[in-house]
Each structure stands twice: as C-alpha cells, then as structure tokens.
C-alpha cells in the first residue's frame, strides 16, 4: 500500500488495480532476495550440517559408534537443496517480512501500527530463544536414542532424515515460545480475556508438558522440564498483560460512560 499519489489523494486511498501492482511489486522483491539468499545457503549447506552433527562428535568421544551418512545417490544434493532453503528463507528474512510490513503498515492507525511492531519485536526474540532452547536439548536427546543400540554395533544416521529430526525439534520448540505472543494479541482484540486465559492455567501446563515430552524422547525428564517450564512462565507472563490490557481497557470504558454519550460518539 504505497504512498504514492497523496499529493493527488489527500486521504492516501488507492484503488484496487494501485494494491494489485504495489503487492506484486513487493512479493518480487521478496521472491528475488529468498532466490539469492537460497543460491548462498546452498553453499553454506555442509558448514551447517556439521554444526548440526556435532553431538554426534560428542558421542563418539563418549565411545559410541555413530556415524553420519548419505543412503543414496541424490541424497547428498536433496539434503544440501533442503538447507540451502531454509538458510534462504532465514537469511532473506529481513527483506521480505519488511515488505509485508511496508505493504500492510500504511493502512493502518497510529495504535495498530504499534501493536504491529510490539508484536514482532517480542515474538522474534521469544522464537530465537526457543531455537537456542530446542538445540541445547537436542544433543541429550540424540545421546539417548543412539544409546538404545547394542554394543558392538554402529548406528548409521541417514544425513537427510538427521537434518529433518534436528531442523524439526528447534522450529517446533521456537514457535511454541512464540505462542503467547498470539495469546496477548487475541487479548488487545477482545477475543479473549486476561481472566479467561488464567481459568485455562491447568490446560496450559497440561499442554506444555505434553509438548515437552512429544519434543523430547521418553526418559529424558530433565529435557522436557527445560523446554515445558519456559512456556508455562511465558504463558502466565502473557496472562499478566492481558489482565493489564483489560483493566486499561474497562477503566477507559468506564470514563467514556461517565463523560457521556457526547463523548463516546467523539471517541
């Protein structure tokens, strides 16, 4: 939603065919940036995937036999394509989560476009720790599971299903941190409210266990601890603002009311 033609259009409206080209201008824009990032995490695919393989290093300096390897011919290629596309879409992320911005922010009030920015600002952060969390498990849980072969034997990991299982654990893990940033924005729309949220506290810890140990392998309780307690913390920290946002909320209702309906209908 540019701005161009304020000067023509005092209120900035544009019409329908002005949005179709600004959208397509701005997904080419997205498109070309994710096609140049992805060419470069393509290159970048086998640093990353060692890093990935590092516990495995661990456990062989602990005396398993483990090893990391490619089971057919394309693999090796699928895999690299695999994580050259992810480190695309996480490289270009700057660019094209700002052309989202730059085409919805415009339409939006002064308010809105600050709940917009809040909102990001709190859930990247909250997703990069839960990454940081899902790999600081991800080493217990493959010491584990690799732990169950007998001795004397080697377990030999396909490189493609490893990249999958770790990519897997360290998205699933960020984005349920992110989550109760989703719960404070249904609470600023009215679609729920701080007491409701804290009713359902049973439920969230229910579900952050449940979470925790679906992520992490059965046994490993110290691993679904450090990923379940987090998320319960976060969710009575977005219970917290939401019970703000609602006392903020009934408190401006309450001195519309008292001022009048003339002051209602002027808000």
Not at 115 to 136: D, E, K, R, S
Not at 169 to 186: D, E, S, W
Request: net charge positive; with cysteine; proline share 4%.
């Amino acid at each position: 939603m540019a701005r161009a033609g304020r000067t023509a259009n005092p209120e900035g409206r544009m019409a329908l065919t002005g949005h179709l080209r600004e959208f397509k201008r701005r997904f080419y824009i997205a498109g070309a940036a994710l096609v140049v990032a992805a060419i470069g995490g393509f290159f970048l695919a086998a640093p990353v995937l060692h890093l990935l393989s590092a516990p495995l290093d661990e456990l062989r300096a602990q005396g398993l036999d483990v090893e990391l390897n490619i089971t057919n011919v394309t693999q090796a290629f699928d895999v690299q394509m695999r994580i050259g596309f992810m480190l695309g879409i996480i490289m270009s992320s700057p660019i094209w989560i700002w052309q989202l911005l730059a085409f919805v922010v415009p339409a939006l009030r002064t308010v809105e476009r600050r709940y917009v920015f809040g909102f990001l600002g709190a859930a990247v952060p909250l997703f990069i720790g839960g990454c940081a969390t899902g790999w600081f498990v991800l080493p217990r849980i493959i010491r584990l599971f690799v732990g169950f072969a007998p001795d004397g034997l080697t377990s030999y990991l396909g490189a493609q299903d490893y990249w999958d299982f770790s990519f897997k654990l360290v998205f699933a893990v960020g984005v349920a941190y992110a989550l109760p940033v989703v719960v404070v924005f249904l609470a600023l729309a009215g679609v729920i409210t701080g007491a409701q949220i804290l009713k359902g506290w049973r439920w969230a810890i229910l579900t952050a266990t449940l979470f925790g140990a679906f992520v992490t392998p059965a046994g490993e309780v110290l691993s679904m601890f450090i990923i379940a307690v987090p998320m319960v913390v976060l969710y009575f920290g977005a219970a917290g603002v939401a019970l703000l946002v609602d006392r903020r909320r009934a408190k401006r209702d309450a001195a519309l009311a008292a001022a009048g309906p003339t002051a209602g209908a002027a808000a």
